[in-house]
């Protein structure tokens, strides 16, 4: 009876052995996943900062690319570029943020993987200046 029991004791490690690496790549997938998940949310975030900081604001593109990058948490080495035609009010503006992705795992990164998920977030606004705009076009800065 104990040697009978011995071999199965075998036989669950070896499927433990064969089903684990997929498990593995479940979990870290399921982690990249949603860590990549957080930084887009972050970057729409700034992206929507970066606007409404712009439609309101005087300060130039620097001040508000630092201002917008301290309101960001994850995106490390966001470019956040602003652009308008007329400084007017009532004119519309756009504020570009690029950002690239980071990951915690590495999963996101292998070959097999790497495919389908993104390398960099770029979110673009276009909104309407409520003050006279003294920030100038290709203006920004980097996180």
Request: proline fraction near 3%; include cysteine.
């Amino acid at each position: 009876m104990s040697k009978r029991r011995d071999r199965e004791r075998g036989a669950n490690l070896v499927e433990f052995a064969l089903i684990a690496p997929l498990l593995l790549a479940i979990l870290f997938g399921i982690i990249d996943f949603g860590w990549i998940l957080s930084q887009h949310q972050d970057v729409r975030h700034g992206t929507r900062e970066a606007a409404r900081l712009a439609a309101v604001s005087t300060a130039d593109g620097a001040t508000m690319a630092s201002s917008v990058c301290n309101a960001m948490q994850t995106s490390s080495g966001a470019t956040i570029t602003f652009g308008r035609g007329a400084a007017t009010v009532g004119s519309t503006a756009t504020v570009t943020v690029v950002a690239p992705v980071g990951t915690l795992t590495g999963f996101s990164r292998l070959p097999f993987v790497g495919a389908l998920y993104p390398t960099n977030f770029t979110e673009s606004l276009t909104f309407r200046l409520e003050q006279v705009a003294t920030w100038t076009n290709g203006s920004g800065g980097t996180c």
